[in-house]
Structure formats: structure tokens, C-alpha cells
């Protein structure tokens, strides 16, 4: 019944930026965190960004300064703006939100985390 979905990957020289962005759709009541995770060919799923619904982020220390993420809760969304982006900055970019309040028929229910399909964000010249 939630559903996320990301858009806004692509192909960027590096240098260049790109701006991710994380629909939450369905009968909602409230998220509690979100976050940006990435995966490179041959590697492990990593964390890039997370944002609370107070408004608490936090940086995996190879996009500080470079990334930044937000989030809008009226329209549950997420966003990632990222700049001066590098080739090892190419990955698969997942979607993720945590702690999840929302209606099923006529029952409120809970659920611990979703998962958005990813997508592509290739860097290269």
C-alpha cells in the first residue's frame, strides 16, 4: 500500500549535478526517516543521506559538502541535490523510508522500512 519511487537519474559529466527526487505515495500518515542509499557494481549497498521528519541529516563523509538532501512531508517527498559529482559517484541510487504510519481500508497500520526500485546515476566524460 506504499509505494516509493525515485526519478532524476541520468548521465552527468563529472563536475556536473543532478537532482534525485523520492515520491512516497499512498494513504500516508507520517515517515519518520528517509534516506539516500547507493550501489556500485561489485559493492556493497551504502548509506549517502538520511533525513528525519524533525529534520536531522546526516552525510556519508564522501558527499559531504557535495550532496544535500531534503524533504518536503506535506507531499512526502525526498530530494538529493548533488554537485561537483565524481565518476565514483556512479551507482544505482535507492530510495529508502523508515518507520512508516499509513491506511489500509479503514486500519491504520505500521511498517518498518520501504525500499524505492533505484535509479541509474552514471558520471563519466
Known amino acids: 500500500q506504499v509505494q516509493l519511487v525515485e526519478s532524476g537519474g541520468g548521465l552527468v559529466q563529472p563536475g556536473g549535478s543532478l537532482r534525485l527526487s523520492c515520491a512516497a505515495s499512498g494513504r500516508i500518515v507520517s515517515i519518520n526517516a528517509m534516506g539516500w542509499y547507493r550501489q556500485a557494481p561489485g559493492k556493497e549497498r551504502e548509506l549517502v543521506a538520511t533525513i528525519t521528519k524533525g529534520g536531522t541529516i546526516n552525510y556519508a563523509d564522501s558527499v559531504k559538502g557535495r550532496y544535500t538532501i531534503s524533504r518536503d512531508n506535506a507531499k512526502n517527498t525526498m530530494y538529493l541535490q548533488m554537485n561537483i559529482l565524481k565518476p565514483e559517484d556512479t551507482a544505482v541510487y535507492y530510495c529508502?523510508?523508515?518507520?512508516?504510519?499509513?491506511?489500509?481500508?479503514?486500519?491504520?497500520?505500521?511498517?518498518?522500512?520501504?525500499w524505492g526500485q533505484g535509479t541509474q546515476v552514471t558520471v563519466s566524460s
Open positions: 529508502n523510508a523508515e518507520g512508516i504510519t499509513y491506511y489500509s481500508g479503514s486500519y491504520l497500520k505500521y511498517d518498518y522500512v520501504y
